[in-house]
């Protein structure tokens, strides 16, 4: 059974720094793309970030450029995103999925349950 | 960057109608479309990729068509179940983007 377990959301203050991590099992972990996808409160789902297979080719929404970073441990079967500069609207739910195949174009067929991320004073 | 248009925004039908979203592509993404369900308080679910296949274990009165900038997705015959938030996304490249979600409930 595929399980994706995120971890490392908590309240923190504007400008502060994050590390948001996704446990995987069930199924080969490097044989996959993975997503960070988010969703602000009573809102809809925004797209983070994308890692290849091979950590190779990493991809950022335009509003996270420049301030995270995706990145993942094939050894640890786990995934990662370094979140810094962090600013109020960054409050979300933050979900890990996992592509439907190892081309960076797929769709995402398995989602965690998410991990919340409060920015604030 | 390619922005993805649904509509309605909104939709209350009653059990057992046939119920139409569509998905509209700024730009032509020929079929790396994909639809989710997303269930009150629940996680997101991958129902159809590219554009018309169903995902193994979606019930088969969920169907989706298109291509190119224009896609659609049809439940056939309205379940009390299946009321949640519907989004349309595309994924051919990065950014990847969703389309704003659209609401379904039952009348």
């Known amino acids: 059974e595929v399980q994706l377990v995120e971890s490392g959301g908590v309240v923190v203050q504007p400008g502060g720094s994050l590390r948001l991590s996704c446990a995987a099992s069930?199924?080969?972990?490097?044989?996959?793309?993975m997503h960070w996808v988010r969703q602000a409160p009573g809102k809809g789902l925004e797209w983070v970030s994308l890692?290849?297979?091979?950590?190779?080719?990493?991809y950022y929404a335009d509003s996270v450029k420049g301030r995270f970073t995706i990145s993942r441990d094939n050894s640890k079967n786990s995934l990662y995103l370094q979140m810094n500069s962090l600013r109020t609207e960054d409050t979300a739910l933050y979900y890990c999925?996992?592509?439907?195949?190892?081309?960076?174009?797929?769709?995402?067929?398995?989602w965690g349950q998410g991990t919340l991320v409060t920015v604030s004073s | 960057d390619i922005q993805m248009t649904q509509s309605p925004s909104s939709l209350s039908a009653s059990v057992g109608d046939r119920v139409t979203i569509t998905c509209r592509a700024s730009?032509?993404?020929?079929?790396?479309l994909a639809w989710y369900q997303q269930k009150p308080g629940k996680v997101p679910k991958l129902l159809i990729y590219?554009?018309?296949t169903l995902q193994s274990g979606v019930p088969s009165r969920f169907s989706g068509s298109g291509s190119g900038t224009d896609f659609t997705l049809t439940i056939s015959s309205l379940q009390p179940e299946d009321v949640a938030t519907y989004y349309c996304?595309?994924?051919?490249?990065?950014?990847?983007?969703f389309g704003q979600g659209t609401r379904l409930e039952i009348k």
């Open positions: 730009q032509g993404i020929s079929n790396y």
């Open positions: 590219a554009a018309s």
């Open positions: 069930g199924f080969t972990f490097d044989d996959y793309t």
């Open positions: 999925a996992k592509g439907h195949s190892s081309a960076l174009g797929s769709p995402f067929d398995y």
């Open positions: 996304q595309k994924y051919n490249s990065a950014p990847i983007t």
């Open positions: 890692i290849s297979w091979d950590g190779g080719s990493t």
